[in-house]
Structures are given as structure tokens and as C-alpha cells.
Nanobody
């Protein structure tokens, strides 16, 4: 079982930026798809950004396209989510996820079995 650990959340004003990090202590992150999800109170979990590690291709939800960027640093074994131009609607708990069985980019979180504990992002003035 792979345990993922997110960090980097916090309180930021609208228009601000945050960078989230995801590591897997004791494990090399190299499954085919790595992704970020979020869940706001009273709302369903939403897939926001994904990377296919074989070729580095990235995929984004329409709600974050142009503002969020997913990336990875192989040397640091870390996945990042750079979030710019943050809006109050971006307020949520953010999770990273992956799974060895996933061979296609799915925005459906039910396809992934390895998750972190989440990090809170609050966008408010």
C-alpha cells in the first residue's frame, strides 16, 4: 500500500497563488497516471489535474484550466500543483492520487486506490 502525503495548503486571498506538493515516503512515484482532486463541503469530489507520466501530457478540469499546473520532479519524487489566480470557489481539501492499475487518465476518483490525507486550501479575503 502506497501512502501519499500532501502539503502546501493554507489561507490565501483571491487572486493569490499556492503550490501544493505530494510525496510518497519510501516509494518511487512512477505509476502511469498521477492526479489531483479536490472536495469542497457539500460537493462531490472533483478531478482537477492529471499527468500521464509516460510522456508528460497533462489534463485539466475546465474550472482550473489556464490557472493550475501539474508537474513532477523526479529527483525529489514529488508531484506539484501550482495554483494561480485563486478564486473563493477553489476552496476545498485537495488530494493527490495514483494507482498502478490505471492506464488512462480518469477524472473519476473511484479509479484510484492510493490517496493522501488531503490539504486544506481556503481562498478568502
Amino acid at each position: 500500500q502506497v501512502q501519499l502525503v500532501e502539503s502546501g495548503g493554507g489561507l490565501v486571498q483571491p487572486g493569490g497563488s499556492l503550490r501544493l506538493s505530494c510525496i510518497a515516503p519510501g516509494f518511487t512515484l512512477n505509476y502511469y497516471v498521477e492526479g489531483w482532486f479536490r472536495q469542497a463541503p457539500g460537493k462531490e469530489r472533483e478531478g482537477v489535474a492529471f499527468m500521464a507520466t509516460s510522456d508528460g501530457s497533462t489534463y485539466y478540469a475546465d474550472s482550473v484550466k489556464g490557472r493550475f499546473t501539474i508537474s513532477r520532479d523526479n529527483a525529489k519524487n514529488t508531484i506539484y500543483l501550482q495554483m494561480n489566480s485563486l478564486k473563493p470557489d477553489d476552496t476545498a481539501v485537495y488530494y493527490c492520487a495514483t494507482d498502478p492499475r490505471v492506464r488512462y487518465v480518469w477524472f473519476d476518483g473511484r479509479q484510484y486506490n492510493y490517496w493522501g490525507q488531503g490539504t486544506q486550501v481556503t481562498v478568502s479575503s
